[in-house]
């Protein structure tokens, strides 16, 4: 039997365990998923008790994908290479006696990144799911600019990227001229850069799916901008996460459909 549950705070807005539900029903396995609101302050009490307990693996959201990383060392967990260097991962499942943490988000990424021109890249945001992005379309894009709130994301940001140049501005510069755009910040933050854009983003990614659509997106799509928005992100990530827990293969192609279908209808 599955046991899991995505963690993070907040936590309510989550469509994870509907997702998820579905998809062990779909596989026909028995499975358990829920949401539980874990902050980083409470997140060292947490996972000592999940040790002991028989939890198969946990999604994590913000803010918890750094908080992982960090507290991996005085937990004994296992942490991918990529998830150790962009020190976020957002899937943890159990191996033996520990967790192996890694960022399915990155692979979400790769995927609908993929044919998708990346030249010039703007990414808003500096925390776990800009490096997953940046380490998605690291080597891909020629020319990767960040808009961030806090400069001291620089350095890794600049560890993470092996290929690309990477180049930081304030978060009032222009979103025009960039091949792509992703915004991974929290709601509200893209709100007045959706009054000031004038055009059309040749691609705008947008992770967040609550609130949705958010303004950017939809000033985007007034504007005939391609867009990948956050249950794109939402149910790519999870499906990696479920052929993680349930150790099973599966067409990611139907369960895609079957999964955007009930996030969608959810959200409508």
Known sequence: M???????????HSLSPLLHKRAYELLNIEASYEALDVSPEGAEVFFRKALE?????????????????????????????????????????RQGETFHI?????????????????????????????????????GHAEKIDFLLRSPSRQETLLQIARQSTVGFFPMDHSLIGYDLVVSTVPAG???????????AVPTLCEV???????????????????????????????????????ALEFEYSMMRDELQKVARAHLN
């Open 2 to 12: 599955i046991k899991a549950a995505v963690l993070g705070s907040p936590i309510t």
């Open 189 to 199: 933050v893209t709100d007045a850069m959706s009054e000031s854009l004038s055009s």
């Open 53 to 93: 307990g028989d939890w198969t693996g946990f999604s994590l959201t913000m803010p918890l994908k750094e908080t992982v990383v960090n507290l991996g060392s005085k937990f004994g967990f296992e942490i991918d290479p990529v998830a150790q260097l962009m020190k976020s991962g957002n899937t943890m499942h």
């Open 102 to 138: 890694s960022s399915t988000d990155r692979t979400g990424f790769l995927r609908l990144f993929e044919g998708v021109d990346c030249a010039k890249t703007l990414i808003i945001g500096g925390g776990g799911t800009a490096r997953a992005a940046l380490s998605a379309l690291d």
């Open 208 to 246: 967040l799916y609550n609130p949705f659509p958010t303004k950017l997106l939809e000033k985007a799509k007034s504007f005939g901008s391609v867009t990948i928005d956050g249950i794109d992100l939402l149910v790519e990530q999870a499906l990696d996460q479920i052929a993680i827990f349930s």
